[in-house]
Structures are given as structure tokens and as C-alpha cells.
């Protein structure tokens, strides 16, 4: 075996490790492949001699060149920014094993909304100490920082994370039953209902793109929410809603004449829903369920 062929051995053994941290960087699944590709190229250029530990090597390689991508990316954004990230769809019977990595730890789309509000630099450092478990002294010379100061930046980012419904209730059954009342409320037109089944501080992130008339981007509240359900009751008739898993949470996909109209993804805490993603771009469905296979 020729020392390209055993880096690129090696390289394949930490592909999905590295696809898991790119998309939590960049909440793209084409970006997070783009950013594997550019790690695979650092490595075949560098002096593999040198690496010791070539794991950490290729996750601090990951991270840098995911932080360069983020920082090119038009500006900051404090709150959601009308383009939701990629969800990792997966049938109702199961999580593709190519998946399993990527949303390992709970990585809903309601979290990856809440990373890209985050700098840069904080995004780095929460994704790979707190979820990825890299010492801050590792950390720090990425984002050219004291390990202490990419300590705070971590803390900083944990706080923003820790003030939003990002942690879903585990038992599926459950969030499946949570997700199917509010359907059935919204198809009945009850408005108590629907209120009965979202949390008081519900938010509703809708892409902007090609929305239903009289429909909005951002909703906060359980009777605005519900208020809502019902305008996209009467947008989607004629749809058939059909039960995913987005990113291992309970969603539904809306077909009309067997395509894509409509992606719902789900955050269910405490048996109430606290947060609603809709994708409802049929060109960007079609593209990111192709992507799925």
C-alpha cells in the first residue's frame, strides 16, 4: 500500500466524523461536503509525517476551514435570517446509516437555526468543545485566540443555545401523537385545539421563498402560531402530508401529485410543540431530498 493510498484509508475512516462537524459549522449539507473535500486536500499536501494525532489534526483542519466559509458568508445574523438550514430527512421507519452521525446529540433544525445566529468564532468553539469535546488549547490557535478567550466564546454561545427549546422530547411515539393532533386540529379549523398542543412561546420559522399569500416568516406565540395553521390549511389543500423524520425528530412532508410541496420539522418539549421549521420551496425540497437519495 503506497502512503497516499493508507492517508486516504485513513481519511475514509474519519469521513463521517467530519461531515458531522462541518454541518454543524455550516447547517449546508453541500457545504459541509465541500469543507470534507478541502480537508482531504490539505491532507494529501501536508507532511503526514508530522501528524501525530491525525483525528484532531483533520478536526482542526475541518474547523478552520469551515470558520474561513462562515466568515465569507455576506454578515452576522442576530435572529433567523429567512433561509432555513439543510434538514437531514430520513423515512419514518428509520434513520439512513449514512445519518446517524450527522444529527447524533439531538441536532435539530431548531439548533442549527439558533447556530447560525452566533459569530464565527463562538459557532467554533461551542461546536467543537461542547459537542465535539476539543480542549480550548486546541481550540484557540483556529481562531487565533488565548485558550481562555475561546473558553468565553464557547460561553457565550452556550448561553444563546441554552435560552432556546433546542432539546426535544426522545420518545418518537410521543412526538408522533404531539404532531399528528396538531394536524388534525388544523384540518378541523379548531383553533383550541391547536393552542392545546403548541407551547405558549411557540415559534414558527417559515422560508420566505415562495410562501402562501397572507403567510409570514417569523411567528412567535401559541395563538399566532395557531392563527397561522390555519392560513396554511387553506394554502396546502389537495396536499397529502406524509410522516419523515427530520433530522430523527417527528416532521411531515406534504405531496401534491407526488412532489415535494412542503417540509414541516418539529420541536416537541414536554408534549407541547416549541418550535415549527417549514420549508416550502419545491425547487429547494426536490434538490435537498435528491441530496437524501
Not at 25 to 33: H, N, T
Not at 100 to 118: E, F, K, N, P, R
Request: one cysteine or more.
Amino acid at each position: 500500500m503506497t502512503e497516499n493510498e493508507w492517508l486516504a484509508e485513513q481519511f475514509e475512516a474519519h469521513r463521517g466524523h467530519l461531515r458531522a462537524v462541518a454541518y454543524r459549522m455550516l447547517g449546508s449539507l453541500a457545504e459541509a461536503e465541500d469543507a470534507v473535500q478541502e480537508t482531504w486536500l490539505k491532507l494529501s499536501r501536508a507532511d503526514s509525517g508530522e501528524v501525530r494525532n491525525l483525528g484532531g489534526w483533520l478536526t482542526t483542519v475541518v474547523g478552520r476551514v469551515c470558520l474561513d466559509m462562515l466568515r465569507s458568508r455576506t454578515s452576522r445574523r442576530e435572529d433567523y435570517s429567512g433561509h432555513l438550514p439543510d434538514p437531514v430527512v430520513d423515512r419514518e421507519d428509520g434513520t439512513h446509516p449514512e445519518h446517524q452521525a450527522l444529527i447524533a446529540d439531538s441536532v435539530g433544525l431548531a439548533l442549527l437555526v439558533v447556530l447560525d445566529t452566533l459569530d464565527p468564532a463562538e459557532r467554533l468553539a461551542f461546536v467543537l468543545h461542547d459537542m465535539f469535546g476539543l480542549p480550548f488549547d486546541e481550540i484557540a490557535p483556529i481562531v487565533d485566540r488565548t485558550p481562555a478567550a475561546a473558553r468565553q466564546l464557547a460561553s457565550r454561545a452556550r448561553r444563546r443555545v441554552q435560552g432556546t427549546p433546542t432539546a426535544p422530547n426522545t420518545d418518537l411515539h410521543r412526538q408522533r401523537a404531539v404532531v399528528d393532533a396538531f394536524f388534525a386540529a388544523a384540518r378541523d379549523g379548531d383553533f383550541a385545539a391547536l393552542v392545546s398542543v403548541l407551547d405558549p412561546d411557540v415559534v414558527l420559522r417559515a422560508e420566505s421563498r415562495e410562501m402562501p399569500a397572507g403567510t409570514a416568516r417569523l411567528v412567535r406565540g401559541a395563538e399566532a402560531v395557531a392563527g397561522q395553521a390555519l392560513t396554511f390549511r387553506q394554502a396546502g389543500a389537495g396536499g397529502r402530508p406524509v410522516p419523515t423524520l427530520v433530522n430523527g425528530a417527528a416532521g411531515t412532508l406534504i405531496l401534491r401529485d407526488g412532489r415535494p410541496q412542503a417540509l414541516f420539522a418539529f420541536t416537541v418539549v414536554d408534549d407541547l410543540i416549541a418550535a415549527i421549521d417549514i420549508i416550502s420551496d419545491p425547487d429547494r425540497l426536490a434538490e435537498l431530498l435528491g441530496h437524501h437519495g
